[in-house]
Structure formats: structure tokens, C-alpha cells
């Protein structure tokens, strides 16, 4: 939750971010963590999808003995 965090606190983490890894790394990191976040997406929408196959599996077999 971002709600606690303001202008300072971000520059701060960003400071702390260059002097932990360098200029020269963070575009290499950002890539990583939006690849590992398109990851974590897709495994989840695929969850939900999975989830919904079946709940309408169940269903229509719970309709079928009606």
C-alpha cells in the first residue's frame, strides 16, 4: 500500500537504490522486476481462468442432476 509514502520517502529509496547498485544497473533491474511482474500477472490470470473452468464445470454438473 502506497498510501504512507510521499515525495521524500521515494527519493530516498531511489538514492539508496544507486548507491546500492549504481547508474549502470538499474535499467538492467528495471527490466528484470517488469519481467518478473508480467510473470507474476500472467500466472495469476491464468489461475483465475483455471478457477472459472471449474466453477462452471461444477455447476453444470450440479444442473444436470437437477
Known amino acids: 500500500m502506497l498510501l504512507f509514502i510521499g515525495g521524500p520517502e521515494i527519493i530516498v529509496v531511489l538514492l ?3 548507491m546500492f547498485f549504481g547508474s549502470k544497473k538499474i535499467p538492467e533491474l ?8 508480467r ?3 500472467d500466472a495469476s490470470n491464468e489461475i483465475k481462468k483455471e478457477i472459472r473452468n471449474s466453477a462452471t464445470s461444477i455447476k453444470d454438473d ?3 442432476t437437477k
Open 16 to 18: 539508496f537504490i544507486v
Open 39 to 41: 510473470e507474476v500477472k
Open 30 to 37: 528495471a527490466k528484470g522486476l517488469g519481467k518478473a511482474m
Open 62 to 64: 450440479l444442473d444436470i
